[in-house]
């Protein structure tokens, strides 16, 4: 099956599961309280929607739903949906509504816990969504981590972390005297967060009082990287048609040297491939430049240095060898642990996994108002990307539950529009004693809606930057 089309289904399937979910919270707590709701919806559907109950030809063949008093659709664009709640100003914009008196069974007529509760259903649901799916996943598959003073050869370091302290070789153990116990991606969070690093130098205890605080984002795009397991510079594997096949390499084999420079790990090649590929995107290179650029001067051998080749490479059109690296944790697969969780210990585990993804999420936002964080963030063609190529359920349900926290997050934010705006009003209610008008909210919920629309209209057009125009060599 197509890739694209993997990719899609799982953000169908992904989506429209999260978006009843959190619309059912709103629901939910309508129902519970008695308040009428109208419309509930997945995805938006302007102008026209692809199913509903009160469609004339369902109730022919379902008449009691002709009697229900909310009408359940789909609409057609798949960017959330909604429940439309009496007596509510929201994105349907319905202020003649507003101008009836109220009725009991109205959102306005509530009193402000009833209808806090009925805003902040949709997070609650998600929240609950993502520690459901956590637990569930530990339960059926366990757990697996590699604890981080495992890296027996430890990690490397650029100049920079070098110049705070860092050696390579050192091995991250605790951030301000918290343990880091195991290796993920979530170290250069802690590290980032840390006024004081301790490594394991050898065999000993080294502590590393840091100068500057460090930047997430920047130390995550160093070239190269600020921290990178030690990871030598075996082939895993050697593409038939690419340059080091032609060139007699094997899978096992490890680069020694390119044009003269060592070449130790990954790291020491990426760096150096990485400066080649500076040189070409210099406005004064030329034609000759990139001809010349290709040809690459390559020494490489067995791993037990009984056999060294040195051969002059031809680069294809996008100057690569035709190699797959090894993995950097590849090397120690034999030190993975697992896991397994009972029906009891799932729950409190999955709750913490929550919790730590949650607060992780939370902690990266202040980087969304970085120019490099503004251009991070993307529509649902970033998120269709990071779903796996093929199905796997593990990756779709971890994904699920992430994307699950991402909702939360973003609808409690206090603009207005979403529910962390409509919450945020209430709490001044609750404080003040005062019900803002009916043209406050109406103005509210129309600045909010600008506001959604350019942030959207951001994510489109980073997407259009990152993966649509890349398909035409823009």
């Not at 003040?432 to 909010?448: L, Y």
């Amino acid at each position: 099956m197509n890739i694209v089309l993997i990719k899609a289904l799982q953000l169908l399937c992904c989506l429209s599961l999260l978006v009843i979910l959190h619309e059912g919270g709103h629901f939910g707590f309508s129902k519970l309280f008695r308040v009428k709701v109208e419309k509930f919806y997945m995805f938006f559907n302007p102008y026209f929607h692809l199913f509903s109950t009160r469609d004339k030809w369902f109730t022919r063949l379902f008449p009691y739903f002709s009697k229900n008093e909310t009408e359940y659709g789909i609409g057609w664009v798949p960017l959330g949906g909604y429940v439309k709640i009496a007596g509510m100003i929201d994105e349907s914009m319905d202020t003649e509504q507003m101008k009836q008196p109220a009725k009991p069974d109205e959102f306005r007529s509530q009193s402000v816990w009833k209808r806090f509760l009925i805003m902040f259903g949709g997070v609650l649901m998600n929240l609950l969504t993502a520690w459901f799916i956590y637990s569930a996943v530990m339960f059926t598959w366990g757990r697996d981590y590699l604890p981080i003073e495992s890296i027996g050869k430890g990690f490397q370091f650029n100049e920079h972390a070098q110049q705070l302290g860092f050696r390579n070789g050192d091995i991250p153990v605790a951030a301000d005297g918290k343990a880091i116990s195991e290796w993920s991606a979530s170290v250069f969070r802690t590290l980032s967060n840390a006024k004081r690093i301790t490594v394991l130098r050898g065999t000993e205890r080294v502590d590393i009082n840091l100068d500057e605080k460090l930047n997430m984002l920047t130390i995550l795009q160093e070239v190269p990287p600020f921290m990178s397991i030690y990871s030598p510079a075996v082939i895993d594997s050697v593409l038939p048609t690419g340059a080091m096949a032609q060139a007699g390499a094997r899978k096992g084999d490890r680069l020694l040297a390119i044009e003269g420079t060592r070449i130790e790990t990954w790291t020491d090649f990426d760096s150096l491939m990485q400066r080649r590929a500076d040189v070409l995107d210099m406005p004064n290179c030329s034609h000759a430049d990139s001809i010349r650029l290709r040809s690459m001067n390559v020494v490489f051998g067995s791993a037990d240095g009984l056999r060294r080749d040195t051969a002059l490479l031809q680069l294809d059109e996008n100057y690569m060898l035709g190699i797959v690296k090894m993995f950097p944790t590849k090397q120690y697969e034999a030190q993975f642990k697992h896991q397994d969780y009972s029906l009891l210990s799932c729950i409190p585990a999955g709750l913490k996994k929550g919790w730590d993804t949650l607060s992780g999420y939370v902690n990266d936002l202040k980087y969304v108002a970085s120019a490099d964080g503004a251009k991070s963030v993307g529509s649902f063609i970033t998120i269709g990307n990071i779903f796996p190529s093929a199905w796997d359920w593990y990756q779709f349900w971890m994904l699920t539950a992430f994307i699950s926290i991402i909702l939360a997050v973003m609808n409690i934010l206090p603009i207005p529009g979403l529910d962390g705006g409509h919450i945020a009003i209430l709490l001044y209610e609750a404080v003040t004693g005062r019900q803002p008008s009916d043209r406050f909210m109406e103005w509210a919920e129309k600045v909010g809606i600008f506001i959604l629309c350019a942030l959207m209209l951001l994510a489109f057009s980073n997407d259009i930057r990152n993966f649509v125009l890349p398909l035409f060599g823009l």
